[in-house]
């Protein structure tokens, strides 16, 4: 059912002629009949993932970027060998960039049992390094469990992510829990990564078949990005959302680093009419030197008429973009040219307005926590600052 805008022009694109719309631009066909909840925070990301996993009867499947050492580390491997324990095939796939950071015992811990774990793309193979490939990362964080619920956005398995984004040691971030049809989607993206490093093989006959039978009503597509020299599903997913907004778009992005099409695709937005509104991480950022890449940017965008935040309270992690109230990308992919030139991810993207209102909520809420960017005082910005900028312009693409 289409929306009216509250401004002069044609009425706003209904949530199925938006799904039409991305099934004829990138080839995705949108699931019916799903449930899609919106899960804020590492209080509610953490409890919903161990729940499903505690509650497994068949099988568990996790593939992430970050598990590092830390209670939530421990209560996850717990979990998935408790699981295990039970009879539950259990699969974890984590990317072998991790392996340093988590605890040797918690290593030994999930292969002590009859879990199976498994490092993506590992920089050795029985002791000679394997360089094709050590670029190109699986930066996905997906898990499902049993076939019949999935979740998927930027939380990582670490203490960095626990709590409410109440302070600086508490990451903000997005995770969505999916039943429904789309959960094949989901175990696709993990199947993807499991068989790149299957010396074993893949056995397609070992694999659940997803109940297509409806779970709710939203419909959804997920999109898997592969490592790619050129753009990927998602890059196209992105500026084919921000070309075809009415309105609004909306963008949370833990890293920013655009590149020329996606900036120039947010100015034309601009100039014809619509609202774009960008939260970034600010003081708490994890990676300065990331942060200075997109940083590059900002003068550009906010002569445009682009707004940008930064958030103050705790890095800013999730990936979240909406547009026009209508339809919604979350995942692992940030708006940077690492996820959208060099590594695996995966997002879901809701065509549900209901769906939508509740992550408008959740971003209108963050905006308290927020600092406006003034484009004169950017304009401004002193000499060491855009140094800088120049200097990491050298290594852009990869970051």
């Known amino acids: ?45 953490f409890g919903a993932m161990l729940d499903a996993i505690d509650g497994a009867e068949q099988t568990v499947d996790i593939v992430t ?35 340093r950071k988590l605890d040797s015992q918690v290593i030994s811990t999930i292969k002590g049992s009859s879990c199976e774990l498994r490092w993506f793309r590992p920089f050795t193979d029985e002791k000679i390094p394997q360089l094709n490939g050590a670029n190109n990362r699986t930066h996905r964080k997906i898990l499902v469990v049993d076939g019949t619920v999935g979740f998927i956005g930027g939380v990582g398995i670490a203490d960095e992510w626990s709590g409410n ?13 999916v039943r429904g049809p789309a959960v094949a989607g989901l175990q696709a993206g993990f199947i993807d990564n499991w068989a790149d490093h299957n010396h074993s093989g893949f056995d397609p006959m070992s694999e659940l078949v997803i109940d297509s039978r409806p779970a709710g009503t939203t419909a959804c597509a997920v999109v898997q990005a592969a490592a790619e020299n050129g753009s990927n599903d998602i890059w196209r997913l992105m500026i084919t959302l921000i070309a075809c907004a009415q309105q609004r778009i909306r963008i949370a992005s833990a890293y920013f680093n655009p590149g020329e099409q996606l900036t120039q695709a947010l100015v034309d937005a601009v100039e014809r009419g619509v609202s774009v509104d960008i939260m970034l991480p600010g003081t708490h950022a994890d990676k300065r030197f990331i942060q200075i890449t997109g940083e590059a940017s900002y003068q550009r965008l906010l002569q445009a008429g682009v707004v940008l935040r930064t958030y103050e309270v705790s890095m800013m992690h999730a990936k979240v973009m909406t547009v026009d109230g209508t339809v919604a990308s979350v995942g692992s992919a940030n708006f940077n040219q690492r996820s959208l030139r060099h590594d695996d991810e995966a997002n879901i993207v809701v065509f549900d307005p209901d769906v939508v209102a ?22 401004d910005r002193g ?9 990491t312009e050298t290594v852009n693409h990869w970051l």
């Open 358 to 379: 509740v992550l408008d909520r959740h971003l209108d809420e963050d905006l308290e926590h927020c600092v406006l960017l003034d484009p004169q005082e950017w304009a």
């Open 165 to 177: 984004a109440r302070n600086e040691h508490e990451y903000r971030d997005t995770h969505l829990r």
């Open 1 to 45: 059912m289409s929306r009216a805008s509250s401004t002069t022009g044609p009425a706003l694109a209904s949530a199925g002629e938006w799904a039409d719309r991305v099934h004829s631009l990138l080839g995705l066909h949108a699931t019916e009949g799903n449930t899609v909840d919106v899960l804020r925070n590492g209080d509610e990301i």
């Open 65 to 99: 970027f970050v598990f590092w050492s830390g209670h939530v580390a421990d209560r996850f491997a717990q979990a998935l060998v408790g699981a295990a324990n039970r009879g539950c095939r259990v699969r974890v796939l984590i990317d072998a960039l991790a392996e």
């Open 383 to 391: 000499l060491f600052q855009r140094v800088a900028e120049r200097v």
